[in-house]
């Protein structure tokens, strides 16, 4: 189990979050959060003042992933938040020692929604054939 953390710009949040959803991950959380990486200081004036713009606006995910979704994960990230451009963001991938699902009890992969990569990704692209 891997916990994803994704800082990426806002402008590029619905592509990844349809992404994200094509490759079968559904269990996001969404963060409005500020920083800076790679980018030059931005210097806007405002009346007569010079004011220089330290950090940038980005938005956090973060997903708690089992194996066969971490690297289908980490490709959705990356090809819908690529603009080319210092600031695209960055990609964080921790190892997970425990997951507890609350309502049930249920713990590590079992609370992981879903843990089959294959099948949801098949639903996903609406090629799941139902067996009779």
């Known amino acids: 189990m891997k916990l994803i953390t994704c800082i990426i710009r806002p402008e590029r949040l619905a592509a990844v979050k349809e992404a994200l959803f094509r490759a079968g991950v559904t269990g996001i959380t969404i963060s409005r959060v500020s920083g800076h990486g790679g980018e030059r200081e ?3 004036h405002y009346r007569t003042s010079a004011l220089v713009l330290e950090f940038r606006d980005k938005v ?3 997903m708690a992933c089992s194996e066969p ?4 994960t980490i490709e959705a990230i990356t090809s819908a938040a690529r603009t080319g451009q210092v600031g695209d963001g960055k990609i964080f991938v921790q190892p997970l020692d425990r997951v507890v699902r609350i309502r049930t009890g249920e713990r590590d992969n079992a609370a992981l929604t879903p843990v089959t990569a294959d099948e949801v990704q098949r639903k996903a692209q609406g090629t799941l054939v139902a067996v009779s």
């Open 60 to 62: 956090k995910l973060e």
């Open 69 to 72: 979704f971490v690297e289908p």
């Open 42 to 44: 931005v210097v806007e």
